[in-house]
């Protein structure tokens, strides 16, 4: 897409959202590529890279969950090159060009997959975790979060302090049902959006890559903002072939005007 061509495409999509009424956007691992975290597929992702993980993290939490959190706490302490990316990371211009859109009335929610607090930081408001939040804790019997920093792990598995039910981390793992919650405002939000933006996903992972395709269906207009061709790309009534962190204020300074 040559300079012209993505100038359009911006275009069109400041005046998608200009007339829209309940923008929905799905964001992926590729909006924090530009604040240092790695993806996993797509030409830079890890797993693209080096292979995908066999493991099954749900089995071997429901398995022995003292063994995982202990695993865990080993882990951290070594701090692998991704934990550590999300432990150092800030917002991009792309996270902060959400949050103006959604302080200008423009953006109604964020359905992330990502787990790395990056929404928050950036000071969005209305965000579905769908795949949860490295920095939470989760109950597996009421469902209730809390911030591992606040949780207490001298004894293992710990323990929820409402219920008395095992405190599992947030982030969803393979194999593990997306919470009810989640699901729900997802499915919920789906079918109001009137615009979906879809930004840096593979749109390959289920039951997310579902909601861009509902709205679709239902005659939502689909945008997508990804340097690179996705299963989605087909679909989208704008494709726009660029980073996150360039599209996004461009979008928000037309918007301004
Ligand atoms: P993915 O790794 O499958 O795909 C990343 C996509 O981002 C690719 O299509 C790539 O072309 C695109 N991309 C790369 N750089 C970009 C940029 N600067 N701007 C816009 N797009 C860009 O990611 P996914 O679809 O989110 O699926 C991966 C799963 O792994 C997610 O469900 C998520 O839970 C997890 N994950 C999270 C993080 C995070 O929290 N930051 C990081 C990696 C993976
Ligand atoms: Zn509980």
Redesign the pocket.
């Known amino acids: 897409m040559d300079e012209h061509e993505l100038d359009l495409a911006i275009r069109r999509t400041a005046e998608f959202i200009r007339t829209s009424k309940h923008v929905v956007a799905l964001v992926?691992?590729?909006?924090?590529?530009?604040s240092g975290?790695?993806?996993?597929?797509?030409?830079d992702?890890i797993w693209t890279k080096f292979g995908e993980p066999t493991i099954d993290g749900w089995e071997l939490f429901r398995r022995d969950p003292a063994a995982w959190w202990e695993n865990a706490i080993l882990a951290r302490e070594e701090g692998s090159e991704f934990s550590v990316a999300?432990e150092i990371a800030e917002p991009n211009a792309?996270h902060l060009g959400m949050m103006e859109l959604e302080e200008m009335g423009r953006l109604a929610h964020i359905i992330t997959?990502?787990?790395?607090n990056l929404h928050q930081k950036a000071g969005s408001k209305a965000i579905t975790e769908i795949?949860g939040n490295r920095f939470k804790v989760r109950c597996m019997n009421c469902g209730g979060r809390d911030l591992l920093s606040r949780t207490r792990l001298e004894q293992l598995p710990p323990l929820c302090g409402e219920c008395g039910g095992v405190l599992k981390n947030d982030t969803v793992m393979f194999g593990e049902p997306i919470p009810d919650d989640a699901l729900r405002e997802c499915y919920r939000q789906s079918a109001l959006a009137d615009l979906f933006l879809v930004?840096?996903?593979?749109?390959?992972?289920y039951p997310?890559a579902d909601f861009p395709v509902m709205a679709k269906r239902r005659g939502a207009p689909l945008i997508e903002?990804?340097?690179?061709p996705?299963a989605l790309s087909g679909l989208a009534d704008v494709v726009v072939r660029a980073?996150?962190?360039v599209a996004l204020p461009r979008i928000v300074a037309l918007l301004r005007a």
């Open positions: 992926g691992a590729g909006l924090s590529a530009e975290i790695p993806t996993f597929r797509g030409k992702g999300i792309g997959q990502n787990v790395d795949h930004v840096g996903t593979s749109a390959v992972v997310a903002i990804n340097p690179e996705t980073a996150a962190g």
